[in-house]
């Protein structure tokens, strides 16, 4: 595989139950085509739960990827983000439990990019008020980040593995 489009990111395991964690490896190592050896670590926010985070560099597109893979495991708690690379947007994908799956594209400094075409169709689908203000919360993951923000706090000062796909 070549490495032209490569780009780097970070899978954050907020909360995993220990029984799923080498479940978890085995989905980020097959995704990446290389080893993960997580350092897990207690989860302060979730007692009985324990958390990771690996960065990994590989090519565009690899976040979404490790997303379906991790996907697999509904109580899981975790952050999948994606750098920009030449011609390609950054992406950041949130999941939690009783929320599902967010996705949404970002610029280099991390932001949330919302497209004149998203802020359209919403300003034609809602007129005004709070309406308009709960449909932009949603854009922006303003639940994916309320529920998650605890186990972020949490995991402040943890390890960090470095993973790179092979070939």
Not at 24 to 47: F, H, M, N, Y
Not at 55 to 64: C, D, H, K, L, Q
Not at 131 to 151: G, I, M, N, Q
Request: with cysteine; net charge negative; proline share 6%.
């Amino acid at each position: 595989m070549s490495t032209r489009g490569n780009t780097r990111g970070v899978v954050y395991v907020h909360s995993s139950p220990s029984a799923v964690c080498p479940h978890v490896e085995w989905a980020i190592s097959g995704t990446l085509g290389a080893r993960a050896e997580l350092k897990w670590t207690a989860q302060p926010a979730s007692p009985g739960q324990l958390r990771a985070e690996c960065s990994w560099r590989a090519p565009a597109g690899t976040g979404g990827k490790l997303v379906a893979a991790l996907k697999a495991w509904p109580m899981l708690r975790f952050e999948v983000t994606e750098e920009p690379s030449a011609g390609v947007d950054g992406e950041r994908f949130c999941f939690a439990p009783g929320l599902g799956l967010w996705h949404g594209r970002t610029s280099a400094n991390g932001d949330i990019v919302v497209g004149e075409d998203q802020l359209r169709a919403l300003v034609t689908m809602t007129r005004g008020g709070e309406s308009l203000a709960h449909k932009l919360d949603e854009l922006l993951a303003a639940a994916w980040d309320e529920a998650l923000e605890p186990y972020r706090h949490a995991g402040d000062g943890a390890p960090v593995t470095w993973l790179h796909q092979v070939g």
